[in-house]
């Protein structure tokens, strides 16, 4: 067994996680989380996204919020970016990274972005080739990676494909998102296995959901398999286990629990991290997500 | 990675887990939780525990309990017995196999069970006599070994220690309890190597506690080191994360969904057990500590 000394935990929390939240948002709250984020010393924080406030009403206003954030040195600060004009807004923002999304299924392809797997990602050509140009490095989602909600069964083979494609383009790290949160640890080195035959470890990331309470196996099952990077949402943001349409993102500070027990570096400050949780928990009325956060604040009641 | 093809789990709700819910239950409740665990399929079915009702008034009435259940043919129907006068009811009520409980900590045992480690094995020394005369087996649980409330860190050959004493004596499985929760997948694991020294892979239970989200990690931790039997709690029942003093039982809804993703036999029929769990978490007025149950009831809402 032989597991890498360092992990890099990106937070997704300010978007995944809030444009998820039934609650909204303020973008004074955005920027206070994405702040305690910082401190805690996260070190790549999903500020915001792009994308028509038709579409995604929490993510309006991301430009206010990239402009009024606190950025640390060891942060970087990023954007999700469905297309050039979503591109161009965040590079006036400041984004320091963008990211394009694609999935791994025809059918959460057609459902969720309303095109085909490989119009996605002829849509994000000029988007890498901007960005190539600003010296912006893109990193690719794939979501679905172990079941479609649509399609069911999602062939490896066809994560494979579009991570393949998506590296070749010339994403920097293709992030491989459980969107359902129905998969197991078996299945999760199958795929990691399948994957890294065609992009290489250290270029991947894993992205679980806790819909089922499988995350955090799954997230050990790929750290066997090398990967070394993983998303994760602050108090489970996103995911609250009472709201309808919880998507079920992984707790940051469960995560961050695994890794410190697990003897590997994170950069994170744990009690920091929690202390951000609660307070946008607290922001958002609802409870804390994060077993770990949990367990800490009834030891300390 | 070679997995068991077969894996055990042992109930323990209507015990370990109804006796830490505050809500209390009726007899009749009880048996109706034991029927419904029986007809999905589980093994091993903890019913209750025969020790003063001064100490623990959730598990009165046990022998009440043991009379009014239908005893499917598949499972086995179990008691917490701490001494002979336990014993002796337990044989009485019908109990199929009965289980002593240390630690592995002296400060657990001492506010727990008021005596020293050596001092309860003494205890337990006639039960295991009179078990072996009666033809019944007699289970070992061994508490806090991956942490202690009381004294920190519990190191693993002090686990051993008590493990392989109590193998000694004559328990045919010992069952290895993170009773605070804290406990990850690198520890588990070499706690189990260290422990499969002095008692065999197939005689070894794991019995984890979710209290900070680390169970199935833990429980997957455990499978690749050659653990077969697994304890967990319909429900989640004992660890309610909004309820005082919860302990944090594993759901055996989540462990069931975890071990078929992975291809390995538990003879449950998941559907039944989500709806057992339901049912008693109605009872008790508390939401259902499962993910898996959540999900899948959120789906069918």
Redesign the interface.
């Known amino acids: ?1 032989s ?1 890498p000394a360092k992990v890099k935990l990106v937070e997704v929390g300010p978007r995944d996680g809030l444009q998820n939240e039934s609650h909204p948002v303020s973008s004074a709250d955005r920027i206070r989380l994405i702040n305690d984020l910082g401190a805690a010393g996260l070190p790549v924080i999903e500020v915001g996204s792009f994308v028509s406030p038709k579409w995604v009403p929490q993510m309006a206003g991301s430009e206010q919020v990239f402009a009024g954030i606190n950025r640390y040195a060891g942060s970087t600060y990023t954007a999700l970016t469905p297309n050039m004009k979503g591109f161009e807004q965040a590079l006036t923002a400041g984004a320091q990274e963008v990211a394009v999304f694609a999935a791994a299924s025809e059918g959460f392809s057609q459902k969720n972005i309303n095109c085909s797997i490989s119009e996605s990602l002829q849509r994000f050509e000029p988007v890498l080739a901007a960005a190539a140009q600003a010296g912006i490095r893109v990193r690719g989602y794939v979501s679905c990676v172990l079941g479609c909600p649509y399609d069911g069964d999602v062939p490896a083979s066809q994560v494979a494909a579009v991570a393949r494609e998506l590296y070749a383009m010339g994403c920097y790290e293709i992030s491989l998102g459980d969107t359902i ?1 129905t ?5 999760t ?1 199958q795929l990691i296995a399948r994957v890294s035959d065609v992009v290489p470890h250290a270029a991947l990331a894993g992205h679980f959901h ?5 995350a ?2 799954n ?3 790929s750290l066997l398999e090398g990967v070394q990077v993983f998303d994760s949402s602050v108090a489970g943001l996103g995911g609250c ?2 709201a ?1 349409g ?1 998507t ?1 993102n992984v ?1 940051s500070e ?1 995560v961050v ?2 890794l ?4 590997i570096d994170t950069g994170i400050d744990l009690g920091s991290l929690i202390e951000a949780g609660n307070r946008i928990s607290e922001t958002l009325e609802r ?1 804390n997500g ?3 956060a ?2 800490k604040n ?1 030891q300390h009641a």
């Open positions: 067994m597991l949160g998969g197991t640890p078996g299945a080195r806790d819909t089922y309470g499988q955090l196996a997230i050990y099952a286990p009472y309808k919880a079920g707790a469960d629990y695994l410190n027990g697990l003897g409870p994060s077993r770990v949990r367990a009834k």
